[in-house]
C-alpha cells in the first residue's frame, strides 16, 4: 500500500469510529437520558478505546499468522477474516469499555460504575450494547476495506497495463530509428565508405549506451538529453556543417523523470522532414524551461517549415507516438503540440507536470 493510500485508509477509520462513538453517545443520551455532553464524552473514550485495543488485537493476529505462513514478519494491518476478527471484537470491546469507563471517570472525577461493578442485568446490557457497537463498527470497517482493496487492485491493473503499453510503444520507437539510420548507413557505404565506418562507430555506441536505459519506465532528463547528444553526433556525420546543434538543459531540470526516448522521436523528425530538405541545412535547438508547476520541452528547427515538411510522407509516425505515450503516462495533464515558427521551421512542445 502506498503512504498516501495508507493514509487514506487511517483518516477513513478515524471517521468511521467518531461517526459510531456520536450514534452511540446519542442513543445512550436518548435511553438514560443523563448529560448529553457526559454521554458523549463516555462514548468517545469508550470508542477509541475499542477502537484501539480491536486494531492492536488484529494487528498483532495478522503479524502472527503471517510468521506463521512464513511470509514477511512485519506488521500487516488489515482485514484477517470474521473468524479471527470475532474474537479480537469481544475481547477489544470488553477492555475498550473497561478502560473508557476508567479513564473518563478519572479525568471528570466522577464515578460511573465499572461493568464488574453492576447489578448481573445491567453489566450484561452495557456489555451487550458495546459489543453491538463495535460489531457495526468493524462491519462499517470491513466494508471500507473491501471498497479500499478494490481500488487498490483497479488501480494496479490500470498502472500495469499503462506500463506495457509504454513498453510496447517505445519498443516500436527503436527499431524506426534504427531501421532509418540504417538506410542511410546502406548509401554511405557504396558513396563514402570512410564516412560509413564512423557512423557505424556512432551506431555502436549509442545502441550500446541506450539498450539498458531504453528498457526502463523513466530516467532523468539529464540521461535524455545525454542520448540525445549521442544522436545527434551520429546524424553530424551525415549532414556536416548542414546541421548546428544547440542543447539547452537548466541545471535545476536535470534531475525530473521523464519516460526514455520522448524527444528522440520529435529530433528525428525535424531532421528528416525540417533540416534535411533545406539546402543549407540549418539549426536544431533542444530546450527545456519550467513554466509553473510544468515542465516544457521543446524541440526546434529552421528547416523547411511546417507547411513543406507536413507534406512529406513518413511525417505521423513519430508524432503520433508521442502523443500516445503522453496520454498512456499522464493522460489529460500531458500536451503537445507542433506549430510553425516565427522566422521559418517548425517547433515541437511538449508539457507534463513537473
Not at 263 to 283: C, F, M, R, S, Y
Request: with cysteine.
Amino acid at each position: 500500500m502506498t503512504p498516501s493510500a495508507h493514509r487514506h485508509s487511517w483518516l477513513a477509520h478515524i471517521g468511521g469510529t467518531a461517526a459510531v462513538c456520536l450514534f452511540a453517545g446519542l442513543l445512550n443520551y436518548l435511553m438514560r437520558g443523563k448529560h448529553l455532553g457526559l454521554s458523549m464524552l463516555y462514548s468517545f473514550m469508550i470508542g477509541a478505546q475499542i477502537s484501539a485495543w480491536i486494531s492492536l488485537l488484529s494487528t498483532g493476529l495478522s503479524w502472527l499468522l503471517r510468521r506463521w505462513r512464513g511470509e514477511a514478519a512485519a506488521p500487516a494491518p488489515g482485514w484477517v477474516g470474521w473468524g479471527w476478527m470475532l474474537p479480537c471484537v469481544v475481547v477489544g470491546s470488553v477492555a475498550g469499555y473497561s478502560g473508557g469507563v476508567w479513564l473518563t471517570n478519572l479525568l471528570m472525577g466522577l464515578r460511573e460504575p465499572l461493568p464488574w461493578e453492576l447489578p448481573g442485568g445491567r453489566a450484561a446490557v452495557s456489555v451487550v450494547f458495546a459489543l453491538v457497537m463495535s460489531l457495526l463498527a468493524t462491519g462499517i470497517f470491513y466494508s471500507m476495506f473491501r471498497v479500499n482493496a478494490l481500488r487498490l487492485a483497479q488501480a494496479q491493473a490500470q498502472r500495469q497495463a499503462a506500463e506495457a503499453q509504454l513498453t510496447l510503444l517505445q519498443s516500436q520507437l527503436e527499431p524506426h530509428m534504427l531501421f532509418n539510420t540504417l538506410a542511410h548507413l546502406r548509401v554511405l557505404i557504396k558513396l563514402r565508405p570512410d564516412e560509413a565506418q564512423r557512423m557505424l562507430d556512432r551506431l555502436i555506441d549509442y545502441l550500446r549506451a541506450t539498450l539498458q536505459a531504453s528498457r526502463a519506465t523513466e530516467h532523468a532528463l539529464a540521461a535524455e538529453f545525454d542520448r540525445l547528444a549521442d544522436y545527434l553526433a551520429l546524424m553530424s556525420l551525415r549532414m556536416g556543417e548542414r546541421l548546428r546543434v544547440q542543447l539547452d538543459l537548466p541545471e535545476d531540470l536535470a534531475r525530473l523523470n521523464v519516460p526514455p526516448l520522448l524527444l528522440q522521436p520529435l529530433v528525428e523528425n525535424a531532421i528528416k522532414h525540417g533540416l534535411e530538405p533545406h539546402v543549407d541545412g540549418g539549426t536544431l535547438r533542444v530546450g527545456a524551461r519550467r513554466l509553473g508547476d510544468r515542465l516544457v520541452l521543446e524541440v526546434a528547427d529552421s528547416g523547411v517549415g511546417l507547411a513543406q515538411a507536413t507534406a512529406l510522407p513518413g511525417t505521423g509516425f513519430g508524432l503520433a507516438q508521442v502523443r500516445e505515450r503522453l496520454a498512456q503516462r499522464y493522460g489529460g495533464t500531458g500536451r503537445f503540440e507542433l506549430l510553425p515558427q516565427p522566422g521559418g521551421g517548425s517547433i515541437a512542445r511538449i508539457e507534463i507536470p513537473a
